[in-house]
């Protein structure tokens, strides 16, 4: 009792503003993350329940492929926004972000022609399901990856008040264009991307809109456009190949589980990872947060970032154990409610889905770290070991396991990278 230890009190006074200042972000960041993941969410949920397990499974099979084109837009937009946003180019914010800006539309019309070329040789092929969420694809990816790249600017301002605003938007957007659209019977596959897509826009132009209000027009000097490509590809060019390497470990078993069964397997695998996917993109924003926040400590406290690191660790762990543990204790009433008597799972494919988050938390952290010492070098080193031991590992899991399979196998490949990782650190 009686009065604390000075030296601990002022150690602690010390050592943990950024921490608070960060669980004060934090707490923004867990309100956005559920209003786009709550968005994201009822759409997969929504196409479950409504769509027949085929054409689900065909709409699964085409988001992983735009996750897979968004991998290339993250790692030359987005993220080393997240770096050079919060330093070298925060005092002339809303002039880089116009650089990027007219970059991502000029590379959103090769996508959007890229899908729909997609989409005509699976409806040649006798695929309509498959052409259908291609096409939406074509008119909703450049705009959702518009959207990804605004959210990582409030992000880099450390301001994602100005998220939490958008993704307001993009939810009440969406909500209120798909019920009307259902009411005319016209909701599908496309038509509900589409709808993503314009929400994403209206959102996207909110927050940029907030953002510079917050900021100076004034740049001393601008930044170049050649300047900023340059170093965009300078830090992008290793973060491309670790994105496009970072698609396998969860995505590979949308096209092996067809190849082995059919396409309704791959949508109870979607169906299934959709209850885990709240956590997972609480755990992602608040990793994604940490970058901006570690490149920071870096330059200013390199002494106490190890401190800062553990700290993170400990506080999403204890999370993410608590909320694996309430996933699957409610796994068969969420199942029944979301899905409506659709889809059935056994225990055993319960404990892995619960057990999924954590095993993504631990390697998602060290990659922030790594990140924010513009090390991209590091991660694209660590995700290529990971992809051998994904493609020798793959089939056998999936042929012998089917859905349970897939699930280990994401898990395996998750505590490599995160072992790989902590070498790297």
Excluded: C
């Excluded at 949920?45 to 084109?69: H, I, K, N, Q, T």
């Excluded at 660790?313 to 009433?333: E, N, Q, R």
């Excluded at 952290?365 to 994904?390: D, N, T």
């Amino acid at each position: 009792m009686g009065v604390p230890d000075e030296k601990y009190a002022l150690t602690y006074r010390t050592q943990s503003p950024r921490l608070r200042g960060w669980l004060g972000q934090g707490g923004w960041a867990v309100v956005d993350q559920a209003l786009f993941a709550g968005t994201n969410f009822l759409v997969g949920v929504s196409l479950a329940r409504w769509l027949e397990p085929a054409a689900y499974g065909a709409f699964s099979a085409a988001y992983s492929v735009f996750l897979l084109v968004g991998t290339l837009h993250t790692a030359l937009w987005s993220e080393p926004l997240l770096v050079y946003g919060a330093g070298r180019f925060r005092e002339s914010f809303p002039v880089y972000l116009r650089i990027l800006a007219r970059d991502h539309w000029r590379f959103g019309a090769l996508l959007a022609l890229g899908f729909l070329t997609a989409a005509h040789v699976a409806y040649r092929l006798g695929g309509e399901a498959l052409a259908l969420s291609l096409v939406g694809m074509a008119g909703a990816a450049p705009l959702l990856l518009y959207l990804w790249m605004v959210r990582r600017g409030s992000y880099a301002l450390m301001q994602p008040r100005q998220a939490v605003l958008g993704g307001g938007l993009y939810l009440g957007l969406y909500l209120g264009s798909a019920y009307f659209v259902r009411q005319l019977g016209w909701l599908n596959t496309a038509s509900a991307l589409l709808l993503m897509g314009s929400a994403a826009l209206g959102a996207a132009e909110s927050m940029r809109y907030g953002l510079n209000r917050t900021l100076s027009e004034k740049s001393d000097p601008a930044p170049a456009v050649q300047q900023v490509r340059r170093l965009h590809w300078h830090y992008g060019r290793w973060a491309l190949v670790a994105g496009l390497l970072s698609w396998l470990p969860m995505n590979i078993y949308y096209f092996l589980l067809p190849w082995f069964y059919d396409l309704e397997s791959v949508a109870r695998l979607r169906a299934l990872f959709n209850l885990a996917l709240p956590v997972l993109h609480l755990n992602a924003a608040l990793t994604t947060l940490a970058i901006p926040l570690f490149a920071r400590a870096r330059t200013s406290e390199p002494a106490r970032t190890p401190r800062l690191l553990r700290g993170l660790i400990l506080l999403l762990s204890g999370f993410t154990l608590m909320a694996g543990l309430g996933l699957y204790v409610l796994a068969d009433f969420l199942v029944g409610v979301l899905y409506d008597g659709k889809f059935w799972f056994e225990k055993g494919e319960y404990v892995l889905i619960a057990i999924l988050p954590l095993t993504t938390l631990f390697p998602n952290i060290l990659m922030a770290w790594i990140k924010a010492a513009e090390a991209s070098r590091k991660v694209a080193m660590g995700y290529a070991i990971v992809s051998i031991f994904v493609m020798l590992s793959a089939p056998a899991l999936v042929a012998t396991l089917e859905v349970k399979g897939a699930l280990i196998g994401m898990m395996a490949a998750h505590l490599l990278l995160a072992v790989i990782f902590l070498k790297f650190a």
